[in-house]
């Protein structure tokens, strides 16, 4: 028996968002992905000018891709097989210090840029931003009380206002906005020997990555709380003699992201809110943890 095509949604163009919108079209799908914000990928956005100059996807803001307990360390081979043969995603080896607060063995560098070349081709990316996500009593789920859908895949961090289930209460999922403030520094090379990535630096800097760009060197880190709003001449003056010196600097950039966070509890009253709906909640929380939530789908497709 031939499955019915179905019309989908997907909030948000992260990575893991646009593997499951892939895996979704494969299977004959019609795929919509609604992004707000200007550059593509989320957290995981890169720079449009430096694309344009270099033909390079290069870090806006600072992410890892790590586990976080002893389940999602195991998984890691698995996950790195897929993201290899079904994304087209680069995995190596690293004995590069990666500091987070669980240890680990195994350590992998990820490069996305071969798998934002092609996926960006076969998705359809809409800009424009979901406040509304209805449940209809034919099992329809309209989004913005115009967009007509079968299903919608909802990730963690979303700034839906509200949420229409039959015969039940609006739900208004609960959120903080939080504007996280990244550096972003192009060097022909850093003071940190051996050094790939760290969940907290120091007191002014946490989520520091340094990757390796062809013939260039590039650092990302967040901005502390006490850091926020610091201008970008100060912290030329005062802070980068910590990653650089100055005649080896090539570009220093700060750049802002947006995100609707939720803690535990209100992460459970909104998985609660969709249960048994058309609305899939997707644990995007985390990379590892994400992927291991999508695992049935994301390791069972092959993208030609």
Known sequence: MIKKSKKIAIISSSPLMMML???????????????FSKTKAGAWAWFQDYFEKYNLYISKYSNAIVPLNKKEENFIAKMNKSLVKNYKIKVSKTNKKIITNYSFKKKFIYNFSNFYKFALKKIKIKKIFIFKIESTFNKKIKLNNEFLYDEVYLPSYTGVKTIKVPQRKPFNPPYTQI?????????????LK???YSDFFNESFDRVKIDKVKNFYTLTARL????????????????LSNFVEKKDIINVKL???????????QLIMLKKALSKTNIKYVDTTQFVCGFYFLRKILTNNKIN
């Open 194 to 196: 051996k050094f790939y």
């Open 179 to 191: 504007t996280s403030e990244h550096i972003s520094i192009i060097a022909n090379k850093f003071k």
């Open 224 to 239: 502390s709380h006490k850091m926020k709003g610091t201008k970008i001449s100060t912290i030329k003056k005062r802070y």
């Open 255 to 265: 750049s802002k992201f947006r995100n609707f966070y939720r803690n535990k509890k």
């Open 21 to 35: 919108a892939l895996c979704l079209i494969k299977k004959g799908n019609d795929v919509n992905v609604y992004e």
